[in-house]
DNA sequence: ATAATTCACGACTAGTTCGGTCAAGATTGT
DNA sequence: ACAATCTTGACCGAACTAGTCGTGAATTAT
């Protein structure tokens, strides 16, 4: 796997944030409730989050979290890379074209042009397309249950 | 990471085996020293490679190894997978689109389609074209030189 | 003041994977 | 017999994964 859980869960809360701006903080045990992550963990993600911008925390009685961006400003990419580090998927990929490195490995140019379309889609789909994409969900599961 | 050293390594021996068809086994030794492996783990990926059909070893005295196949029908998709396990980025690509872990994901319809992509260049990647790959960058090299 | 609520941060842990090494054995050529 | 070569499995340290837990700090309510 190239991503682990932190991807995954790190980006369900900021859907969840993103789904709950303007409505106030949201805390932590309901981010965690609703999209089934342990809640110490998120604890983790959402600190790592903070440290990097995308999201603001007020402590106390009425407190949470809130996204500091827009949800169409935060590309997957960005999010990903802050969770997870580099997102390369080989180690060659990162040595330049010519390189004796890059030579040796043999599938360097195949993988560079895996990993720039992977970039690419990662870059285009934002926190905004993901929600947009859950609501259009609902809305389809809505449907079938009212029939 | 998504590849480990074993889809590097293991791709790399199986072009210098490509390299070298017709010629009669070629030693373990030889392809370590050749691609710069440690040679007591290249053991493991040899063997692994045995075992899916992909070559075939001789012992004794002037023994070594072989492609057992074209290098033209070995896709990398296929080598890969044999030495890697499943290439899937995030766990959620492997649920069903519709299906409710795939849901609570948020992020399955991006992935779903960057492994499609990345399956179907890998699919139509083989150990020929990597070779090919290889020689025409050589020949580029010595034109260099020769300057 | 003080209690309750909520986040903040770091220590700790069990289990797994990575990237190997090493030793003992099997097989074959000379 | 002996040397070259592959075969197999045991073993190992370091790093990473996916958490848990405890303590403390900030904020609000009473």
């Given at each position: 796997m190239l991503l682990s859980t932190k991807g995954d869960y790190g980006v369900r809360a900021l859907i969840d944030?993103?789904?709950h701006t303007g409505e106030g903080p949201v805390q932590r045990a309901e981010i965690a409730r609703r999209r089934k992550i342990p809640e110490s963990y998120l604890d983790h993600l959402l600190a790592q989050l903070r440290r990097d911008g995308y999201l603001r925390s007020t402590r106390g009685p009425g407190g949470g979290h809130e996204?500091?961006?827009?949800?169409?400003?935060?590309?997957l990419l960005e999010v990903l890379e802050s969770l997870e580090g580099s997102l390369a998927p080989m180690e060659c990929v990162l040595e330049a074209p010519g390189?004796?490195?890059?030579?040796?490995c043999g599938q360097q140019w195949v993988w560079q042009d895996i990993y720039a379309h992977m970039r690419q889609r990662l870059g285009e789909t934002t926190v905004a397309d993901l929600v947009e994409h859950?609501?259009?969900h609902e809305r389809q599961a809505a449907a079938m249950y009212s029939i």
């Open positions: 944030l993103a789904k996204l500091a961006k827009e949800p169409a400003d935060i590309t390189s004796e490195a890059g030579a040796l859950e609501r259009e």
